[in-house]
């Protein structure tokens, strides 16, 4: 190998290296929630993925005010009262999404199921589905 080869070898092995680094020691993958900008863009990305595979989603709730937050935990709709227990959503860090059926009257499931949307979500760093409200997908 030229002497140009090995410096464009270690060139892609040093920036294959910074790549790994800085995906492993990106937030998402330690748990922590992400911040507002990394929820749009990975929620644009499922968004489209879902409309590629043939779905209907629906955006529902994104950002909610404290005052919707309360109103909600008050109908037992919600477990955060908006006060001492904040939402994702009061950090527009989180979506509800329904999918529309087929004639476009109503509700469904998702064609795929809530657990395939739910990995891909996680794929994109998102937190992992909540079995008691499968529709919230959360950064
Ligand atoms: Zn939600």
């Known amino acids: 190998m030229s002497r140009n080869g090995r410096v464009a070898g270690k060139g892609a092995l040093l920036l294959v290296s910074w790549f790994l680094f800085f995906s492993?020691?990106?937030?998402?993958?330690?748990g922590d929630p992400m911040k507002r900008h990394e929820f749009t863009a990975a929620l644009g990305k499922l968004l489209v993925d879902m409309i590629l595979k043939g779905?209907?989603?629906?955006?529902?709730?994104?950002?909610?005010?404290?005052?919707?937050?309360?109103?909600?935990?008050?109908?037992?709709?919600?477990?955060?009262?908006?006060?001492?227990?904040?939402s994702r959503h009061q950090r527009a860090c989180a979506a509800d999404i329904l999918f529309l059926n087929e004639a476009g009257n109503g509700i469904c499931e998702p064609i795929k199921?809530?657990?395939y949307w739910h990995d891909r979500w996680e794929q994109f760093g998102g937190?992992?589905?909540?079995?008691?409200?499968?529709?919230?997908?959360?950064?």
């Open 24 to 30: 492993f020691c990106s937030k998402s993958h330690w």
């Open 55 to 86: 779905e209907r989603p629906l955006l529902d709730w994104v950002k909610r005010s404290h005052e919707e937050q309360a109103r909600l935990f008050e109908q037992g709709l919600s477990k955060c009262d908006g006060v001492n227990k904040l």
């Open 113 to 115: 199921g809530w657990g």
């Open 127 to 139: 937190k992992p589905m909540i079995d008691w409200d499968k529709g919230h997908f959360e950064g």
